[in-house]
């Protein structure tokens, strides 16, 4: 993204019903955002922005309407977050299930695009300056059965596709 590695974890946890992502790369100082959507475009995208401020990890979840910053919905705590020699990773988890009505729900054949992007700032509502698609979409249960107790951990690496700039115009 941007020139920049982008790489996604994350661990199916089948009894609590919940996803656990890691969102790690070279966004020191600047926020990322991972989104997943039927399309591979950000309008309609359930957006989770991540960031370390003043050594605290940070996950704000909105929903992008169009081509502006997501509308904030709610926020997750992060588990765990470091910056470390140029790479940050935050930590953080969702249930299957959304709670708003323009969340995505996960499971067994639930096919998403996963969108990404990278901030220019530490501003939440600062537009992104890169951004990529998944080339298809993706089921991150791909093989699990939840009914045999089954975890499953995984990674998605988002390769540079091309630049979108715009302003820094918000504030956090």
Request: hydrophobic share 30%; charged share 35%.
């Amino acid at each position: 993204v941007g020139g920049k590695d982008l790489d996604i974890d994350f661990v199916l946890d089948c009894k609590e019903e919940e996803i656990e992502f890691t969102v790690s790369g070279e966004f020191e100082d600047v926020w990322a955002a991972i989104g997943f959507n039927e399309d591979d475009v950000m309008p309609g995208t359930d957006t989770y922005q991540v960031r370390v401020k003043d050594g605290k990890g940070e996950v704000r979840n909105g929903f992008t309407a169009g081509r502006g910053a997501p509308v904030e919905e709610e926020d997750f705590d992060a588990i765990k977050s470091s910056v470390r020699g140029g790479k940050t990773s935050v930590t953080f988890r969702r249930p299957f299930k959304g709670k708003e009505d323009d969340d995505v729900d996960f499971g067994p054949g639930k096919e998403y695009y996963i969108n990404v992007a990278i901030g220019p700032s530490l501003s939440w509502t600062a537009q992104h300056k890169t951004r990529a698609s998944s080339p298809t979409k993706i089921d991150l249960f791909d093989g699990l059965s939840c009914d045999a107790g089954d975890d499953k951990t995984g990674t998605e690496s988002m390769e540079d596709t091309g630049d979108d700039t715009g302003d820094d115009t918000g504030d956090d």
